[in-house]
């Protein structure tokens, strides 16, 4: 089994602060991989697939890179509304894996 | 707009059987391009996929949960449903339902359900 691991799993910021953070692949995965924001009492929600696309309605500020083993998200200018936790995701075609988050809380 | 619902009890006894139906409307659960999916998270922890189901039938499980989960697909009224047998109070969680595309991921999300194993 793949397994995903994400750093930090937690971290402090400010708004207005640049935010990435890493997931990584225990084999290559390609660009199966997308990143998902969730709220307390939430669902998840996507905000990139496919390693690098920008799901439609979320802001631009929110980017995705990476291939094969080493994917980052990042946040180019935290807002208040970003405070969340933040999983990568590797799926197939009918089945998928999460990291364990990655809490961003305010500094 | 797509929307998915669970429903089911929110509680249920140690050794019974956890039942959660997810319920699809907005769009068709009989398309060859997506799978369905059941996904859980614990209090205060991260997200497991649970199973996923293709509407023709053909299923696939965690291997950590396999031999309690079954999951069903009921296309005359656009569900999807979960049973886990043997519940112990570790099962407590939040259950969602999701929309599983083939090349793309989870895409769409049910609000959760949250099932409490207590007696």
């Known amino acids: 089994d793949i397994q995903m691991t994400q750093s930090p799993s937690s971290l402090s910021a400010s708004v207005g602060d640049r935010v990435t953070i890493t997931c990584r692949a225990s084999?290559?995965?390609?660009?199966?991989l997308g990143w998902y924001q969730q709220k307390p009492g939430q669902a998840p929600k996507r905000l990139i697939y496919a390693a690098s696309n920008l799901q439609g309605g979320v802001p631009s500020r929110f980017s995705g890179s990476g291939s094969g083993t080493e994917f980052t998200l990042t946040i180019s200018s935290l807002q208040p509304e970003d405070f969340a936790t933040y999983y990568c995701l590797h799926h197939n075609s009918y089945s998928f894996t999460f990291g364990p988050g990655t809490k961003v809380d305010i500094k | 707009q797509l929307l998915l619902q669970e429903s089911g009890p929110g509680l249920v006894k140690p050794s019974e059987t956890l039942s959660l139906t997810c319920t699809v409307s907005?769009?068709?659960?009989?398309?060859?391009?997506?799978?369905w999916a059941w996904v859980r998270q614990p209090p205060g922890k991260g997200l497991d996929w649970i199973a996923s189901i293709h509407y023709r039938g053909r299923t696939y499980s965690n291997s950590s949960l396999k031999s309690r989960v079954s999951i069903s697909v009921d296309t005359s009224r656009n569900q999807f449903s979960l049973k886990l047998r043997s519940v112990a109070a570790a099962d407590t969680a939040v259950y969602y339902c999701?929309?599983?595309?083939?090349?793309?991921?989870?895409?769409?999300w049910g609000q959760g359900s949250l099932v409490i194993v207590s007696s």
């Open positions: 999701a929309r599983l595309a083939y090349s793309y991921g989870p895409d769409y």
């Open positions: 907005g769009a068709s659960i009989s398309s060859t391009s997506y799978h």
């Open positions: 084999q290559g995965i390609r660009d199966d």
